[in-house]
């Protein structure tokens, strides 16, 4: 009975996909642990997301891709209607409004965009399976802008500006040709002017920062310079679990969400960094062989978008803490504290258990 229920509850998980996101998961908590104070309350809080975040995982990597397509439209509805909700009655947190009161929890609606927007443009180009021309570009190009804008305005230009790389992912795998990419790149540096025009001013000191940080190493340029620090003062070894001076004599900002990489880095060195990287690259090379073995065009573009989006967060959260991107405010994936982004991290990985488990099952 014990080997039948385990065998329900196993079928569709990608076992080596799982390892991998658990393994960061518990780095996550490990170091959370020291860098929300020893805080049990996050903690525990952490962890009830988590336990959710897997049912939740399971459930749609029980559903089957072509299920998930037929709820594309519907999802990507409900996900521009709550940031419009967001922008009309939304709370305001630290001046920006990202967040709708549920009564029992705060939600962020951005982070279901994460997988609608996605979901809704892989469905959108299946539909023109073999036809796919310069008009589809341009609908799906809209389908993009709708909700970048509207995450723009909270204002909350990191998520805007990922949200729309994973768009930009799916219009790439679809058949983008370089030509039109590398005119949008002449465009972008064409209208760089009129977008810092509209950026906010700490969005434009935000740059202006990273360029030099010292031109306010006590204000907006504060944020780089003690996390340098502390990823340096790390060392090879590090400074040992809870022992990150940076962070327990409150010097390292944010440092149990956008900047938890630093407090990793601190306590555990350049060797623990290593192991970190290498179970990122684990999970992403066997999400590529997930979206490569896909059987329908939908799949593929799902798969592949999701797969570049952990990626893409990856990299820019480690890129911003290591002074190599500017502050973007762009949490690491699976590590940082926040209940709505674990959720909807273990949603994408459900979804690419689900493209593995039916990939025999779906002819092409």
Do not use: C
């Amino acid at each position: 009975m014990i080997g039948r229920i385990w065998e329900v509850l196993t079928r569709r998980i990608d076992s080596m996909l799982f390892a991998a996101a658990l393994a960061i998961v518990g780095v996550g908590l490990v170091t959370l642990f020291s860098a929300a104070d020893q805080s049990i309350a996050r903690e525990t809080s952490q962890i009830l997301s988590l336990s959710f975040a897997i049912v939740l995982m399971w459930t749609f990597a029980n559903i089957a891709p072509q299920t998930l397509a037929r709820a594309a439209v519907p999802l990507y509805v409900v996900a521009i209607a709550m940031l419009i909700g967001v922008a009309m009655f939304g709370v305001v947190v630290n001046g920006s409004r990202r967040w709708l009161n549920l009564g029992v929890a705060r939600f962020q609606p951005s982070e279901l965009m994460k997988v609608a927007l996605p979901l809704m443009l892989a469905w959108y180009f299946q539909k023109f399976e073999g036809r796919i021309g310069w008009r589809d570009f341009a609908f799906a190009a809209l389908l993009i802008v709708v909700p970048v804008y509207l995450i723009k305005r909270q204002p909350d230009l990191g998520t805007a500006l990922l949200i729309a790389a994973s768009g930009f992912y799916v219009l790439f795998l679809a058949g983008l040709s370089w030509k039109v990419i590398a005119g949008l790149v002449a465009l972008g540096a064409a209208v760089g002017p009129m977008v810092w025009s509209h950026m906010h001013d700490y969005q434009r000191e935000r740059i202006l920062t990273f360029l030099d940080p010292s031109r306010d190493p006590l204000g907006t340029g504060y944020h780089s310079m003690q996390a340098s620090i502390a990823l340096g003062s790390g060392g090879i070894v590090g400074k040992g679990w809870l022992n990150g001076t940076q962070t327990h004599l409150d010097f390292l900002p944010e440092r149990h969400t956008d900047f938890i990489f630093a407090v990793f880095g601190e306590e555990f060195g350049l060797i623990g960094n290593a192991v970190l990287l290498i179970l990122y690259l684990l999970l992403i090379a066997r999400a590529m062989m997930i979206t490569a073995n896909a059987s329908t065009l939908f799949a593929r573009l799902l798969s592949g978008a999701i797969t570049l989006m952990f990626f893409t967060y990856a990299f820019v959260n480690m890129a911003m803490v290591s002074g190599l991107l500017p502050v973007v405010g762009v949490p690491l994936p699976l590590v940082s504290y926040g209940g709505t982004a674990l959720i909807s991290l273990f949603i994408g990985l459900g979804i690419l258990m689900s493209v593995q488990a039916h990939r025999k099952l779906v002819t092409t």
